[in-house]
């Protein structure tokens, strides 16, 4: 039986639960990424997010949050599926209903993260920069992802 991915629009009090899907998620993905904030940075963070003009949506399975997308314009800042929710659907019900408020994404990839890159790649992506990664945090090699309708 497959299961309903309902989606939402993010509020404060979901901040919490969105922290916690991106520590889980970026730790399981990418554990040779360098973790440079505490969980209360993070925390801070995202309730910081909700706050401003950046569109954030939650993926809900059966009253849990599965994960969430936040978008600024016409970049995915944000697109993070709790590892228990991975090739579930919630990331690709996420992506697609941004495709459908754009005619054109984009977004930065860390270089390694193959899992991230295959599943933007298999939903339309195209691979148009590379970079050392000197402009992001991390100081990690990324790539640059752009999809158009």
Partial sequence: MAQTIETRRAVLS???VIANIHR???VKAMPWLPV?????????????????????????V??????????EGQWINHLYVHPEHWRKGSGARLLSEAKGFTP?????AFRDNALARAFYLHHGFE??????????????????????Q
Wanted: net charge negative; aromatic share 12%.
């Fill in 14 to 16: 979901d901040a919490q």
């Fill in 24 to 26: 889980s998620a970026r």
């Fill in 36 to 60: 440079i904030y505490t969980p209360e940075e993070e925390l801070a963070f995202f309730s910081s997010r909700l706050r401003a003009d950046e569109m954030f949506r939650v993926a809900i």
């Fill in 62 to 71: 059966d009253g849990e949050m599965t994960g969430f997308i936040a978008i």
């Fill in 104 to 108: 054109h994404l984009q977004l930065w």
């Fill in 127 to 148: 691979e148009v920069e590379f970079t050392d990664g000197a402009r992001n945090e991390e100081r990690m090699p990324d790539v640059r992802m752009s999809w158009s």
